[in-house]
């Protein structure tokens, strides 16, 4: 089995596409990913949060994650925003902490929130109270989270690449080819 490290490198060279930008973001890319995985594995869900420039974004991680071409099993990832759709509206620590609740009681074996969008979006406070989170943001510096720039003309396309990078390393992990590093 090979390690994620040397696996990245390996996938984003194989890639027809434009993709030679990432080489230099494999070492911050990594550990985000592996972190994610392992708690995937573990049965964690995965609740995918986006700022509203980023929506399209979220669908269409919903829309493919799943897709029963992959032939691999069906995992748990939900947009949090279709499952609590005040969430927009939640300002307060208070408010926050009954969302909190809600999803400790949902998801007993645990979840994470991966949050695509700018740091400053009214929704972050509840990914970044998370240790565990994954995010990719936009336009700010967050510890253990993926930069990204939002003037960059070529966002919308890094996304996608980032997305299909992520997917072909969920499903080396889980039909064993890879071996997530801990």
């Not at 494999?26 to 392992?38: C, G, H, I, Q, Y």
Request: glycine share 4%; hydrophobic share 40%.
């Amino acid at each position: 089995m090979q390690k994620l490290l040397a696996w990245t490198l390996q996938a984003i060279r194989e890639e027809n596409s434009d993709f030679s930008w990432m080489e230099e973001y494999r070492f911050e890319w990594t550990p985000l990913v592996s972190n994610a995985l392992s708690r995937i594995i573990e049965g964690q869900s995965v609740l995918i949060l986006t700022d509203p420039n980023s929506k399209w974004f979220g669908h269409y991680i919903q829309h493919k994650i799943n897709d029963i071409q992959k032939n691999r099993p069906f995992l748990p990832f939900y947009q949090l925003n279709n499952l609590f759709v005040s969430l927009d509206d939640m300002h307060s620590v208070q408010e926050l902490q009954l969302v909190e609740d809600m999803l400790d009681i949902s998801y007993p074996n645990g979840y994470i929130i991966w949050y695509i969008g700018k740091g400053d979006c009214s929704c972050t406070k509840l990914a970044f109270k998370r240790d565990d989170s994954f995010l990719w943001i936009i336009d700010d510096q967050v510890q253990n989270s993926f930069p990204l720039r939002g003037s960059d003309p070529q966002l919308d396309i890094k996304l996608l690449q980032l997305f299909k990078l992520f997917d072909k390393t969920l499903s080396a992990v889980l039909f064993g080819n890879l071996e997530i590093e801990s």
